[in-house]
């Protein structure tokens, strides 16, 4: 498969992929605590969270290879964590509760037959008038989610990104002008 990359910024627009934008919207949804890990409540309710077979397994996974004596430390708050195990406490705990929030997403997004997404196009403010595409505002009824869902589970930009675009080729022929967006929005 060819390498999808644009060069869109040679003139001054602004924007992301797609799949990245639609990564953002589901990341809100699905409801992370807002203490950020270094704070010692955030710290405190990332912990409490990862304190189950599954969160043993999380932090594994995210390299985290502490005793339990030190992990018991950090739960009580008698010692804290080094600013890399910060961060892979951090990705433990998103990729935790990515996978715990999945199914009630996926169930919400393919209700009563799909989401209607809106995409915004590139910002061309800073391109010059003779280089600058009309691109519109469109709508687009995504009506399974299963493959976008489950690549953002797995925290798999590829796979995330040929999801999306196996959606949005639903456009028509205009389809590759939406692969770089502003923003994306649904509400679920």
Sequence with gaps: MPDRTHDFG???????RGSQ???RVLDALAGYIASPVTASRGLAARLRYLD????????????ITVTPRTLRAWLT??????RANLARLDTAYRALRRHNVARYLLRRLNAGGGTRVEIHPLDQSHVPIPHQRVLEYRRLNIR?????????????ARALDD???DQIVNLGSQWGKYEYVTSVGFAA
């Design 77 to 82: 708050g008698r010692q804290r964590p080094n």
């Design 52 to 63: 189950t077979a599954a969160g043993r397994n999380a932090m594994r996974q995210a390299g």
């Design 21 to 23: 934008a639609a990564a």
């Design 163 to 165: 999801a999306w675009i």
């Design 144 to 156: 399974t989610w299963d493959a976008i869902i489950d690549a953002w589970t797995t925290a798999d």
């Design 10 to 16: 040679h003139y001054g627009a602004q924007g992301q």
